[in-house]
């Protein structure tokens, strides 16, 4: 094959694949805005109060000032 007819076909090929990558996107792109944009659900509080949390433990015997 001569170097036009290559570059002819590379041409083909690469109009095929932006034509396909188009209509794709075309395609996918509401079916994907669905999964994107998942809506976020609240839940209602009913009037019981919410636990506090637990403080921090502090061990019995601190180690910060003896060698390791």
């Known amino acids: ?18 034509a ?4 794709a ?7 994907l805005e669905r999964v994107w944009s998942s ?3 609240v839940t209602q509080n009913n009037g019981a109060p919410v636990p506090a949390p637990a403080p921090p433990k502090v061990p019995a015997e601190s180690q910060a000032g003896q060698p390791g």
């Not at 396909?20 to 209509?23: I, K, L, N, P, T």
């Open 1 to 18: 094959m001569a170097y036009r007819d290559v570059l002819s076909l590379c041409g083909r090929i690469g109009l095929i694949v932006a």
């Open 39 to 41: 809506r976020l659900t």
């Open 25 to 31: 996107g075309i395609v996918a792109g509401p079916l």
């Open 20 to 23: 396909f990558a188009f209509v």
